[in-house]
């Protein structure tokens, strides 16, 4: 198999970080391609939590190497604790040994934070994304292959931090970056991380030559790519497939799988329209936050909640052209009496069937719904009992309570793509996968 895609079908947090991990153990590369910290992908096993924001969700399998791809913007000083937690975890230090930093990968640093902290209209995660893009899109970022070069050019320094100070002051921060600091941040980030930057689009090109399998792994969702989400409440990069190769150095004719991960049900953290949003405080949509833990994992921010939006679900198939649907969290669902599937919108009383392009007119789209029949509620130990039966006697799907698997049957029909995997809990063993398919992997390998 040479490369698959995992990718965010919604607006994040669908469960990318567990479908990775799935896929990790038959994978020698996992590649993030774009997005920095403002992600945040939660990996559950048996007792241990991981949330994970730049390191790659195949860290889970030692064999797997992992890169910060080109098209990432990369918080060095996240990744240090990001590390640290996980050296404490496994007494593993993957840095520069199975851990690389693309030397094309943008360096978020102390400024794009604070300026990101001026925002009052995204409701952005803060992590300085939006800042990091900016400066690399009007080409006077620093990559890391560039930090030495900067390091030396007394020139760029100055140049670089009045720029940075004019910005902060242009948007009311106060604080300011001082010369002595900057270029000690830059020397610190190659003391820390200089053995671990390396060309890694030519490093997956090779593997990809020697048949090595690679997991390029997204962040965000499509409903958030700033060319193909709902602008301006978007994130600042290209969240999508076409994107998946180009982020990572290598060509698209290399990917043979694409997967889109879907709840059962959407959520969205930050602002912007949401179309299938339900009340947050009562009823099916505090069901879903509460059973469903709808926190962020990166800032603990309330996610908002609302029933499965089938017209975002074909316009993100549109743009992605998903090979499967991995859709998780159909558990939370249970114990609801009915289910709702939005299948078009009325917009000022037109029925339309994709979303419009205006946010302004997103705002305005009104649900329309066919309703389903729900099914019970069970613990988490019963659901991950089904999850076992399933694998033990060769049963995918069929093990699902009658109304659920009439629910997920609708979705695929309803989509027109195969769901090839079902969660059915946060646990790397709560997912029922398609007989066959590529989910159908042992969850009970040990991995470090
Ligand atoms: P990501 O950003 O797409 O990786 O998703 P997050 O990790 O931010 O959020 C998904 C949350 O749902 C995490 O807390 C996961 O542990 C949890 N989760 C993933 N799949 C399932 C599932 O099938 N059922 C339940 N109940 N939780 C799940
Ligand atoms: P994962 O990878 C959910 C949202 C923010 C905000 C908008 C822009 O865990 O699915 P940014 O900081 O990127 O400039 O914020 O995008 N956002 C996410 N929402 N999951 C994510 O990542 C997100 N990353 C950014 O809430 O609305
Ligand atoms: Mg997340």
Same mark, same amino acid.
């Given at each position: ?16 970080? $567990? ?12 590649? /993030?391609?774009?997005? @920095? ?55 593993? /230090? ?15 640093? =102390? ?19 939006? =800042? ?39 948007? @009311? ?6 010369? $002595?600091?900057?270029?000690? !941040? ?45 602008? =301006?409440?978007?994130?600042?990069? +290209? ?23 879907? $709840? ?50 074909? !316009? ?14 159909? !558990? ?43 099914? =019970? ?32 049957? /609708? ?25 066959? @398919?590529?989910? !159908?992997?042992?969850?009970? +390998?040990?991995?470090?």
């Amino acid at each position: 198999m040479p490369a698959s895609v995992v990718l965010g079908a919604q607006w994040g947090d669908e469960g990318k970080g $567990k479908a990775i991990d799935q896929l990790a153990n038959e994978s020698n590369w996992a590649v /993030r391609f774009q997005g @920095g910290n403002n992600a945040g992908h939660t990996i559950v096993l048996g007792d241990t939590t991981l949330k994970l924001h730049q390191i790659p969700s195949g860290v889970t399998s030692t064999h797997c190497n992992l890169v910060l791809g080109d098209g990432m913007v990369v918080d060095p000083w996240v990744l240090e604790e990001e590390l640290d937690r996980w050296h404490s975890l496994t007494k593993e /230090r993957p840095e520069g040994k199975r851990l690389f930093i693309s030397e094309r990968a943008s360096v978020i640093l =102390p400024f794009h934070r604070m300026y990101d902290s001026a925002d009052k209209v995204v409701g952005t995660t803060g992590r300085g994304i939006g =800042p990091a893009y900016r400066d690399r899109i009007e080409r006077v970022g620093i990559r890391f292959v560039d930090i030495p070069f900067v390091i030396d050019d007394s020139d760029k320094i100055d140049e670089t931090v009045s720029r940075m100070n004019m910005q902060l002051d242009s948007v @009311g921060v106060n604080k300011k970056i001082g010369r $002595k600091d900057f270029i000690a !941040d830059l020397k610190w980030i190659m003391d820390r991380f200089g053995d671990a930057i390396r060309p890694t689009g030519a490093m997956i090109d090779n593997a990809l030559k020697n048949g090595e399998n690679v997991l390029l792994e997204g962040a965000q969702g499509a409903m958030l790519d700033i060319d193909q989400g709902t602008y =301006p409440f978007v994130t600042s990069s +290209v969240t999508s497939r076409a994107n998946a190769t180009h982020g990572a150095g290598i060509h698209p004719g290399h990917v043979e799988n694409c997967f889109g991960i879907s $709840k059962a049900y959407t959520t969205r953290v930050g602002n912007g329209p949401f179309p299938t949003e339900l009340p947050y405080d009562t009823g099916p949509g505090n069901h879903m936050a509460m059973v469903g833990h709808e926190f962020g994992t990166t800032t603990g921010r309330p996610r908002r909640t609302g029933w499965l939006d089938m017209v975002s679900l074909r !316009d993100s198939h549109r743009i992605n052209g998903y090979t499967g649907i991995v859709l998780t969290k159909l !558990d939370v669902l249970g114990g609801l009496d009915e289910l709702n599937i939005c299948t078009g919108y009325d917009l000022d009383g037109q029925i339309i069937d994709c979303m419009p392009t205006s946010s302004h007119d997103l705002a305005r789209c009104k649900p329309i719904y066919e309703i389903h029949q729900g099914f =019970p509620a069970l613990k988490e130990q019963e659901w991950i009992d089904m999850a076992e039966l399933s694998r033990s006697d060769r049963k995918g799907f069929e093990v699902l309570p009658e109304t659920a698997l009439s629910y997920v049957r /609708r979705i695929e029909e309803l989509s027109g793509i195969p769901i090839v995997s079902i969660g059915i809990g946060p646990d790397r063993r709560a997912s029922i996968a398609s007989l066959g @398919g590529p989910f !159908d992997v042992d969850p009970e +390998v040990t991995t470090f």
